[in-house]
């Protein structure tokens, strides 16, 4: 319980960083100031952001017509629901399992395609100590 709290608060707390940054950005669009790069935008929206990232998009009405970063933040998005089904349910658990299990039929069947090592005599050495 006490690591899902640590979670939740760590989401929370990369939220409202990430809001406050698009905030910042929204300002220096209005004033015409240098940007934060838009990698920066994403990164911190994939960091655990993204909740942040698309309440500024709907409050701030910033980043929302300019479609390749609005595409790419929805793909954050994505990324993290894979990776949240992958690490927080029975699915992902299960998903790991099978996954292992065929890592392991390949590396016996590799195992067994593979001729064992030749024992003949190795040729002298040409050059080097003892030749």
């Known amino acids: 319980m006490t690591l899902l709290l640590a979670f939740l608060g760590y989401i929370v707390f990369a939220s409202l960083f990430t809001f406050l940054v698009f905030a910042v950005d929204k300002r220096r669009a209005i004033r015409g ?5 838009e990698r920066t935008l994403l990164w911190l929206s994939f960091w655990g952001g993204s909740p942040g990232a698309k309440a500024a998009q709907a409050l701030l009405r910033h980043k929302t017509r300019k479609q390749p970063f609005a595409r790419r933040l929805n793909q954050v998005i994505a990324i993290q629901g894979v990776i949240g089904v992958l690490a927080f349910t029975p699915a992902g658990a ?22 064992e090592p030749s024992r ?12």
């Open 33 to 37: 100031d240098w940007r934060i790069p």
């Open 94 to 115: 299960h998903l790991h399992d099978a996954g292992t299990t065929v890592v392991q039929r390949f590396q016996e069947e590799l195992a067994t395609a593979l001729p």
């Open 120 to 131: 003949e005599k190795s040729l002298p050495r040409r050059f080097g100590p003892g030749s």
